[in-house]
């Protein structure tokens, strides 16, 4: 029984290690060329087969091709959304913690501000406003606009780790604030950084789908699992293999981060 809870409880880890593992060696797993339109009259649009498990989209491209090397993309996108979006929380959520009542207010007052302006609404303007972004722009701006979360749940762990009694002695001995915050405080805030990473990754994948799905995202040829979906161009019933995949991929790393996200959550020291 513990080893069937075990590997229940190891089994998202194991997953999501998985989908990286697609995204860092999709290209070398390939079995064609994502870039080849080997026959755009003959080959496009096909559905599933055994020379093409995936199907080809319109211009005859192979779909599990571009799954793998869409892979790298999104993945890539998300994870350096969630780089920016978890450096920027930490430090803004430690530093309303450890500082004075007037910049603790401040700072949660801007927070809040920022939560109050609806994402998506504000990604679509952004991107809009640039008329094309490139990968890492992208990332950008999916990381500056999802830090709030991580500023909260650091900021009130913090407050909590404050009043323990090793933070408490610490403070007794005369630490200098850098020193605790550094040697202290966040070796003991891994958890909660742990959570909201898990947390934005598993916002940054769809919002990344959906930028890409909307033409605003990463632009072709490059395929990411938004962009796939898009070349369906209004025929979702007769080409059902280029939304299918690329959405169960989405809703697989959505459902993963989750579960991760929840087993983090579950841990004493959380």
Known sequence: MRGTAR?????????????????????WLAPYDPLAQPDPVGLAALPPSWAHPFGTDPISRDVLSRMLAGARVSLGIAASAVLVAVTVGTAIGATAALSGRWVDAALMRITDAAMAIPRLLLLLTAVAAFGTVTPLALALLLGVTGWMTTARLVRHETHRLLASEFVRGARALGVPPRR???????????????????VALAAAVPLEAGLSFLGLGVGPPHPSWGNIILEAEGEVVRRWWLVLFPTLAIVATVLTTNLIAERLGERPDA
């Open 180 to 198: 605790l915050l550094r040697v202290h405080l966040l070796p003991a805030l891994l958890p909660t950084i742990g959570v909201a990473a898990t």
């Open 7 to 27: 590997l229940r409880r190891a089994a998202p880890y194991a997953a999501l290690a998985g989908l990286a593992a697609l995204g860092v060696l999709g290209p």
